[in-house]
T-cell receptor, first 116, second 109 residues
Framework: DSGVTQTPKHLITATGQRVTLRCSPR?????VYWYQQSLDQGLQFLIQ???????AKGNILERFSAQQFPDLHSELNLSSLELGDSALYFC???????????????FGSGTRLTVV | DAKTTQPTSMDCAEGRAANLPCNHS???????VYWYRQIHSQGPQYIIH???NNETNEMASLIITEDRKSSTLILPHATLRDTAVYYC??????????FGQGTILTVHP
């Protein structure tokens, strides 16, 4: 158990639908990152939140959105799903800047999304 | 647009040391070198990171050249369970990590 919890582990849905992926960061971590990993691509950074605020954006589609709540958990919303959105979605967390951390970024075990 | 360069694949015999090289010639003064590995669709696992000095933990050792333009991850006694994709990443301690294609390490019996 890495300390980062992602739910659900698996999700199968139809094209055009909307889903929400959830991530609870490691205790004490303030930053949350979302990554997408398709079969033919590496880990693609989507978005970062720090203490409730968006900090950085990567290659995130307009159909996708995310937020981080006051309790620091984060949700990634994927809408108007297409077949190409089928992928593993990972969440990671990291401590606040300047924290004397020696464990780097911690990743969850991912949500496998299958769009049919 | 990963900023590091790694060999696509490497092999290692079980019980021997695995030395994985990485070039990060564009690394800036406030960027660390991070190493992660991913075992077949699991979440990437943190291995080690360093800024200037060599580092060692229970999993591996990290050797960083004096000019910080390259580094080597050393798994001292590789096992079959170390077969994975190994990612070398340069980044700050507060920003996103940009993953490249990594090195596929295969440990053979």
């Amino acid at each position: 158990d890495s300390g980062v919890t992602q739910t659900p582990k698996h999700l199968i849905t139809a094209t055009g639908q909307r889903v929400t992926l959830r991530c609870s960061p490691r205790s004490g971590d303030l930053s949350v990152y979302w990554y997408q990993q398709s079969l033919d691509q590496g880990l693609q950074f989507l978005i970062q939140y720090y203490n409730g605020e968006e900090r950085a954006k990567g290659n995130i589609l307009e159909r996708f959105s995310a937020q981080q709540f006051p309790d620091l958990h984060s949700e990634l919303n994927l809408s108007s799903l297409e077949l190409g959105d089928s992928a593993l979605y990972f969440c990671a967390s990291s401590p606040s800047p300047g924290h004397p951390a020696n464990y780097g970024y911690t990743f969850g075990s991912g949500t496998r999304l299958t769009v049919v | 647009d990963a900023k590091t360069t790694q060999p696509t694949s490497m092999d290692c015999a079980e019980g021997r040391a695995a030395n994985l090289p990485c070039n990060h010639s564009t690394i800036s003064g406030n960027e660390y070198v991070y190493w992660y590995r991913q075992i077949h669709s699991q979440g990437p696992q943190y291995i080690i990171h360093g800024l200037k000095n060599n580092e060692t933990n229970e999993m591996a050792s990290l050797i960083i050249t004096e000019d910080r333009k390259s580094s080597t991850l050393i798994l001292p006694h590789a096992t079959l369970r170390d077969t994975a994709v190994y990612y070398c990443i340069q980044g700050t301690s507060y920003g996103k990590l940009t993953f490249g294609q990594g090195t596929i390490l295969t440990v053979h019996p």
